[in-house]
């Protein structure tokens, strides 16, 4: 959990992530998450074990044709846990071995 809050601060001091006042969360549907991959203009958003974040300030890193976008519009817990950030890991699902 330290490496992911260490991360998570790291994407915050770089001004890739953005942050949400208190009392702003709301669920985020698959769709919606699918939808967000930064084509078209839209933004890039990623989720990490069930948090969900706007990349959109790191499009040339997430979005389309960048080298981490197989991460973008998706649960990108298991690429972060393990730091093999390729399409395949990306793929797995966070809840199996």
Request: proline share 3%.
């Amino acid at each position: 959990m330290l490496a992911l809050q260490s991360l998570q601060y790291l994407l915050l001091l770089i001004g890739i992530m953005s942050t949400c006042s208190v009392g702003a969360h709301r669920f985020v549907t698959r769709e919606e998450l699918e939808s967000k991959t930064g084509e078209n203009g839209s933004d890039v958003w990623l989720s990490i074990l069930g948090e969900v974040y706007d990349v959109t300030a790191g499009r040339d890193y997430y979005g389309p044709g960048a080298s981490y976008n197989m991460l973008a519009s998706r649960d990108s817990s298991v690429p972060f846990i393990t730091g093999t950030f390729t399409l395949e890991e990306a793929d797995k699902d966070p809840g199996t071995k």
